[in-house]
Protein backbone atom coordinates (compact mmCIF):
# COMPACT_ATOMS: atom_id res chain seq x y z
CA UNK A 1 0.00 0.00 0.00
CA UNK A 2 1.35 3.59 -1.11
CA UNK A 3 1.59 5.85 1.25
CA UNK A 4 -1.26 8.39 -0.22
CA UNK A 5 -3.08 4.98 -0.12
CA UNK A 6 -2.59 4.40 3.52
CA UNK A 7 -3.52 8.12 4.05
CA UNK A 8 -6.79 7.98 2.72
CA UNK A 9 -8.15 5.25 4.59
CA UNK A 10 -7.46 7.03 7.82
CA UNK A 11 -8.99 10.19 6.72
CA UNK A 12 -12.67 10.44 7.32
CA UNK A 13 -14.27 9.92 4.13
CA UNK A 14 -17.41 12.82 3.09
CA UNK A 15 -19.35 12.27 -0.31
CA UNK A 16 -20.47 15.27 -2.14
CA UNK A 17 -22.84 14.39 -4.76
CA UNK A 18 -24.50 17.39 -6.90
CA UNK A 19 -28.67 17.78 -7.43
CA UNK A 20 -30.45 20.56 -8.60
CA UNK A 21 -33.94 19.78 -8.06
CA UNK A 22 -35.99 16.96 -5.97
CA UNK A 23 -37.23 15.14 -9.12
CA UNK A 24 -37.52 11.34 -7.55
CA UNK A 25 -35.35 9.56 -10.25
CA UNK A 26 -32.66 12.30 -9.63
CA UNK A 27 -32.52 12.20 -6.11
CA UNK A 28 -32.53 8.41 -5.42
CA UNK A 29 -29.43 8.18 -7.87
CA UNK A 30 -28.05 10.75 -6.21
CA UNK A 31 -28.18 9.20 -2.65
CA UNK A 32 -27.40 5.78 -4.51
CA UNK A 33 -24.35 7.64 -5.13
CA UNK A 34 -23.58 8.72 -1.39
CA UNK A 35 -24.03 5.21 -0.75
CA UNK A 36 -21.38 4.24 -3.14
CA UNK A 37 -18.90 6.52 -2.81
CA UNK A 38 -19.14 5.70 0.98
CA UNK A 39 -18.54 2.20 0.80
CA UNK A 40 -22.07 0.87 0.17
CA UNK A 41 -25.14 0.12 1.95
CA UNK A 42 -23.72 -2.90 3.18
CA UNK A 43 -21.39 -0.46 5.15
CA UNK A 44 -23.88 0.32 7.53
CA UNK A 45 -26.84 -1.64 7.88
CA UNK A 46 -27.70 -5.64 6.85
CA UNK A 47 -30.38 -7.36 6.33
CA UNK A 48 -33.37 -7.38 9.15
CA UNK A 49 -32.07 -4.26 10.53
CA UNK A 50 -34.62 -2.38 11.88
CA UNK A 51 -33.31 0.94 10.90
CA UNK A 52 -34.72 4.11 12.00
CA UNK A 53 -34.46 6.92 9.43
CA UNK A 54 -34.20 10.52 11.31
CA UNK A 55 -35.54 12.82 9.30
CA UNK A 56 -35.53 16.86 10.39
CA UNK A 57 -39.64 17.14 11.38
CA UNK A 58 -39.03 20.21 13.56
CA UNK A 59 -42.83 22.25 12.48
CA UNK A 60 -45.22 21.40 10.22
CA UNK A 61 -44.69 23.50 6.89
CA UNK A 62 -44.70 22.40 3.35
CA UNK A 63 -41.66 21.04 1.39
CA UNK A 64 -41.08 25.25 -0.34
CA UNK A 65 -40.44 26.28 2.91
CA UNK A 66 -36.92 24.19 3.24
CA UNK A 67 -37.73 23.66 7.55
CA UNK A 68 -37.83 20.47 7.17
CA UNK A 69 -35.81 17.20 5.36
CA UNK A 70 -37.30 16.89 2.16
CA UNK A 71 -39.17 13.88 1.46
CA UNK A 72 -37.71 13.17 -2.22
CA UNK A 73 -34.57 12.23 0.03
CA UNK A 74 -36.73 10.12 2.42
CA UNK A 75 -38.24 8.36 0.55
CA UNK A 76 -34.65 7.61 -1.74
CA UNK A 77 -33.42 6.11 1.57
CA UNK A 78 -35.72 4.52 2.41
CA UNK A 79 -36.50 2.27 -0.74
CA UNK A 80 -32.37 1.92 -1.08
CA UNK A 81 -32.91 0.49 2.64
CA UNK A 82 -35.67 -1.99 2.15
CA UNK A 83 -34.55 -3.26 -1.17
CA UNK A 84 -31.62 -4.26 0.48
CA UNK A 85 -33.52 -6.19 2.85
CA UNK A 86 -33.75 -4.20 5.73
CA UNK A 87 -36.66 -2.48 7.86
CA UNK A 88 -36.77 0.90 7.81
CA UNK A 89 -39.12 3.14 9.34
CA UNK A 90 -39.32 6.58 9.78
CA UNK A 91 -39.98 8.30 13.27
CA UNK A 92 -39.24 12.10 14.93
CA UNK A 93 -39.79 14.43 17.59
CA UNK A 94 -41.42 17.51 16.30
CA UNK A 95 -40.11 20.90 18.54
CA UNK A 96 -44.08 22.02 17.18
CA UNK A 97 -47.11 20.03 16.29
CA UNK A 98 -47.23 15.99 15.72
CA UNK A 99 -45.22 13.95 13.47
CA UNK A 100 -48.50 13.01 11.75
CA UNK A 101 -49.18 16.70 10.95
CA UNK A 102 -45.41 17.57 9.64
CA UNK A 103 -46.07 14.27 7.34
CA UNK A 104 -48.91 16.18 6.33
CA UNK A 105 -47.43 19.14 5.43
CA UNK A 106 -44.60 17.84 3.39
CA UNK A 107 -47.69 15.07 2.02
CA UNK A 108 -45.29 12.55 2.93
CA UNK A 109 -47.82 9.94 4.79
CA UNK A 110 -49.10 8.14 1.99
CA UNK A 111 -45.73 7.41 0.15
CA UNK A 112 -44.24 5.83 3.04
CA UNK A 113 -47.46 3.78 3.44
CA UNK A 114 -47.52 2.95 -0.25
CA UNK A 115 -43.94 1.73 0.24
CA UNK A 116 -44.45 -0.23 2.95
CA UNK A 117 -42.59 1.87 5.61
CA UNK A 118 -43.72 2.46 9.13
CA UNK A 119 -43.70 5.94 10.78
CA UNK A 120 -44.13 6.81 14.15
CA UNK A 121 -43.42 9.82 17.33
CA UNK A 122 -40.07 9.30 19.13
CA UNK A 123 -41.92 8.61 22.29
CA UNK A 124 -41.52 6.36 24.92
CA UNK A 125 -38.73 8.12 27.17
CA UNK A 126 -35.88 6.94 28.75
CA UNK A 127 -33.56 8.60 31.11
CA UNK A 128 -29.81 8.51 30.65
CA UNK A 129 -26.98 10.08 32.75
CA UNK A 130 -26.00 12.22 29.72
CA UNK A 131 -22.72 14.48 30.55
CA UNK A 132 -23.66 14.49 34.24
CA UNK A 133 -27.43 14.79 33.62
CA UNK A 134 -30.65 12.94 33.12
CA UNK A 135 -31.76 12.72 29.83
CA UNK A 136 -35.06 11.64 28.59
CA UNK A 137 -33.85 9.68 24.87
CA UNK A 138 -36.06 8.06 22.84
CA UNK A 139 -36.50 4.48 23.31
CA UNK A 140 -37.81 3.82 19.89
CA UNK A 141 -34.28 5.23 18.97
CA UNK A 142 -32.63 3.47 21.37
CA UNK A 143 -34.12 -0.33 20.54
CA UNK A 144 -33.62 0.81 16.72
CA UNK A 145 -30.57 -1.68 14.99
CA UNK A 146 -29.68 1.08 13.24
CA UNK A 147 -29.65 5.16 12.73
CA UNK A 148 -29.26 6.84 9.72
CA UNK A 149 -29.43 10.49 10.37
CA UNK A 150 -30.93 12.70 7.78
CA UNK A 151 -30.80 16.60 8.78
CA UNK A 152 -31.43 19.60 6.76
CA UNK A 153 -29.09 21.83 5.76
CA UNK A 154 -30.01 25.01 7.68
CA UNK A 155 -28.66 28.51 9.47
CA UNK A 156 -29.70 28.77 12.54
CA UNK A 157 -30.26 31.87 14.79
CA UNK A 158 -28.83 30.10 18.18
CA UNK A 159 -25.91 28.35 16.71
CA UNK A 160 -25.14 30.13 13.68
CA UNK A 161 -25.47 27.28 11.42
CA UNK A 162 -26.72 23.10 11.59
CA UNK A 163 -25.64 20.23 9.72
CA UNK A 164 -25.59 16.82 11.09
CA UNK A 165 -24.69 16.77 14.84
CA UNK A 166 -27.97 18.86 16.01
CA UNK A 167 -30.48 16.53 14.26
CA UNK A 168 -30.15 13.79 16.70
CA UNK A 169 -31.60 16.27 19.41
CA UNK A 170 -34.82 15.39 18.07
CA UNK A 171 -34.52 11.57 19.93
CA UNK A 172 -35.12 14.09 22.70
CA UNK A 173 -38.71 13.31 23.77
CA UNK A 174 -40.93 16.03 23.28
CA UNK A 175 -41.06 19.69 25.08
CA UNK A 176 -38.12 18.06 26.86
CA UNK A 177 -35.93 19.75 24.32
CA UNK A 178 -37.47 23.12 25.46
CA UNK A 179 -36.19 22.64 28.96
CA UNK A 180 -32.52 21.67 27.87
CA UNK A 181 -32.44 25.45 26.35
CA UNK A 182 -33.57 26.58 29.37
CA UNK A 183 -30.75 24.43 31.31
CA UNK A 184 -28.11 24.26 28.97
CA UNK A 185 -28.77 27.36 27.52
CA UNK A 186 -26.40 29.64 29.58
CA UNK A 187 -23.23 28.02 27.87
CA UNK A 188 -22.69 27.28 24.44
CA UNK A 189 -19.82 24.73 25.49
CA UNK A 190 -22.43 23.22 27.73
CA UNK A 191 -25.01 22.65 25.72
CA UNK A 192 -23.06 21.70 22.80
CA UNK A 193 -21.34 19.56 24.94
CA UNK A 194 -24.62 17.87 25.60
CA UNK A 195 -25.76 17.72 21.78
CA UNK A 196 -22.26 15.66 21.15
CA UNK A 197 -22.86 13.30 23.76
CA UNK A 198 -26.23 12.74 22.24
CA UNK A 199 -25.02 11.90 19.38
CA UNK A 200 -22.46 9.72 20.66
CA UNK A 201 -24.57 7.61 22.56
CA UNK A 202 -26.76 7.01 19.97
CA UNK A 203 -24.44 6.54 17.19
CA UNK A 204 -26.03 7.08 13.76
CA UNK A 205 -24.10 4.62 11.23
CA UNK A 206 -23.92 7.75 8.82
CA UNK A 207 -25.49 11.00 7.89
CA UNK A 208 -26.64 12.10 4.65
CA UNK A 209 -27.55 15.76 4.58
CA UNK A 210 -30.03 17.84 2.89
CA UNK A 211 -28.21 20.55 1.08
CA UNK A 212 -30.64 20.65 -2.33
CA UNK A 213 -32.34 23.11 -1.30
CA UNK A 214 -31.08 24.69 2.48
CA UNK A 215 -32.67 27.44 4.67
CA UNK A 216 -30.97 30.88 5.19
CA UNK A 217 -31.62 33.71 7.19
CA UNK A 218 -33.31 33.18 10.35
CA UNK A 219 -33.41 29.33 10.66
CA UNK A 220 -34.38 26.73 12.09
CA UNK A 221 -38.03 27.71 11.44
CA UNK A 222 -38.11 31.09 10.09
CA UNK A 223 -35.75 31.69 7.42
CA UNK A 224 -35.71 31.17 3.49
CA UNK A 225 -35.39 28.51 0.85
CA UNK A 226 -32.40 28.94 -1.16
CA UNK A 227 -31.16 26.33 -3.61
CA UNK A 228 -27.83 24.76 -2.86
CA UNK A 229 -27.84 21.67 -5.26
CA UNK A 230 -26.03 19.12 -3.25
CA UNK A 231 -26.46 15.92 -0.94
CA UNK A 232 -23.30 15.63 1.87
CA UNK A 233 -22.72 12.55 3.43
CA UNK A 234 -20.24 10.53 6.00
CA UNK A 235 -19.81 8.67 8.74
CA UNK A 236 -18.05 11.41 10.81
CA UNK A 237 -20.51 14.33 11.87
CA UNK A 238 -18.00 17.10 12.27
CA UNK A 239 -16.06 16.34 9.01
CA UNK A 240 -19.92 16.24 7.14
CA UNK A 241 -20.09 19.64 8.83
CA UNK A 242 -16.78 21.04 7.95
CA UNK A 243 -17.57 19.91 4.15
CA UNK A 244 -20.83 22.02 4.53
CA UNK A 245 -19.11 25.38 5.76
CA UNK A 246 -16.90 25.12 2.93
CA UNK A 247 -19.76 24.99 0.72
CA UNK A 248 -21.37 28.16 2.22
CA UNK A 249 -17.47 30.16 3.01
CA UNK A 250 -18.16 29.78 6.39
CA UNK A 251 -15.84 30.09 8.48
CA UNK A 252 -16.24 26.40 10.81
CA UNK A 253 -14.42 28.43 13.62
CA UNK A 254 -17.66 30.56 13.95
CA UNK A 255 -19.59 27.41 14.76
CA UNK A 256 -20.38 26.40 18.63
CA UNK A 257 -20.86 22.93 17.56
CA UNK A 258 -17.46 22.61 16.13
CA UNK A 259 -15.66 25.03 18.81
CA UNK A 260 -16.56 22.11 21.14
CA UNK A 261 -15.82 18.86 19.12
CA UNK A 262 -12.29 20.27 18.61
CA UNK A 263 -12.52 20.84 22.36
CA UNK A 264 -13.29 17.25 22.91
CA UNK A 265 -11.57 15.99 20.65
CA UNK A 266 -14.82 14.57 18.58
CA UNK A 267 -14.73 13.86 14.84
CA UNK A 268 -12.07 15.55 11.99
CA UNK A 269 -12.57 19.57 11.88
CA UNK A 270 -9.53 20.11 10.04
CA UNK A 271 -10.62 20.50 6.32
CA UNK A 272 -7.23 19.57 4.98
CA UNK A 273 -7.23 16.07 6.46
CA UNK A 274 -11.32 15.17 4.77
CA UNK A 275 -10.88 13.15 2.38
CA UNK A 276 -13.73 14.45 0.00
CA UNK A 277 -15.16 12.06 -3.37
CA UNK A 278 -18.06 12.79 -5.27
CA UNK A 279 -18.77 15.97 -7.48
CA UNK A 280 -15.90 19.19 -6.81
CA UNK A 281 -17.86 21.74 -5.60
CA UNK A 282 -15.03 24.47 -5.81
CA UNK A 283 -16.89 26.41 -8.66
CA UNK A 284 -20.07 25.95 -6.78
CA UNK A 285 -19.41 27.54 -3.61
CA UNK A 286 -22.26 29.68 -2.31
CA UNK A 287 -20.62 33.15 -1.45
CA UNK A 288 -23.67 34.95 -0.20
CA UNK A 289 -25.82 32.39 1.82
CA UNK A 290 -27.77 34.84 4.32
CA UNK A 291 -26.72 33.47 7.83
CA UNK A 292 -29.18 34.86 10.98
CA UNK A 293 -28.99 37.22 13.24
CA UNK A 294 -27.99 35.66 16.40
CA UNK A 295 -30.30 35.55 19.54
CA UNK A 296 -29.62 34.15 22.97
CA UNK A 297 -29.59 29.90 22.84
CA UNK A 298 -31.07 29.92 26.46
CA UNK A 299 -34.61 30.11 27.24
CA UNK A 300 -36.18 31.76 29.79
CA UNK A 301 -38.63 29.70 32.45
CA UNK A 302 -41.57 31.59 30.42
CA UNK A 303 -40.84 30.96 27.82
CA UNK A 304 -40.46 27.35 28.44
CA UNK A 305 -44.00 27.42 29.50
CA UNK A 306 -44.97 29.63 26.47
CA UNK A 307 -43.84 26.76 24.33
CA UNK A 308 -45.39 23.96 25.76
CA UNK A 309 -48.57 25.32 25.84
CA UNK A 310 -48.22 26.27 21.88
CA UNK A 311 -46.96 22.57 21.46
CA UNK A 312 -50.53 21.40 23.13
CA UNK A 313 -52.18 24.15 20.85
CA UNK A 314 -50.74 22.37 17.63
CA UNK A 315 -51.55 18.93 18.73
CA UNK A 316 -55.34 19.77 19.67
CA UNK A 317 -55.64 21.33 16.48
CA UNK A 318 -53.93 18.64 14.52
CA UNK A 319 -56.18 15.59 16.18
CA UNK A 320 -59.16 17.78 14.58
CA UNK A 321 -58.00 17.58 11.38
CA UNK A 322 -57.07 14.33 10.91
Not at 153 to 172: E, I, S, W, Y
Not at 192 to 200: F, H, N, P, R, V
Amino acid sequence: MTGKAAENRTRPVVAVTRVVDYRDEDILDAVSRQFELLGGLGQFVRPGDRVLLKPNFIVPRRRAVAAQTDPAVILAVARLVKDFGAKPFVADSPAWGSIESCLRALELAEPLRKLGVPFGPLNRPKRLRIDGSLVSISKVALEADKIINLPKFKAHQQLGATFAVKNMFGCVCGKRKAYWHFARGKSHDAFCTMLIEIYKRLGPVVSIIDGVVAMEGQGPISGNARPLGFLVGGVDPVACEIVCCDLIDLDSDQLPIIKTAQKKGFGCSDLSRIHIVGDDYADSRCSDFCFARLTPLDFSLLRVCKSICKQLLFLIKSAFTR
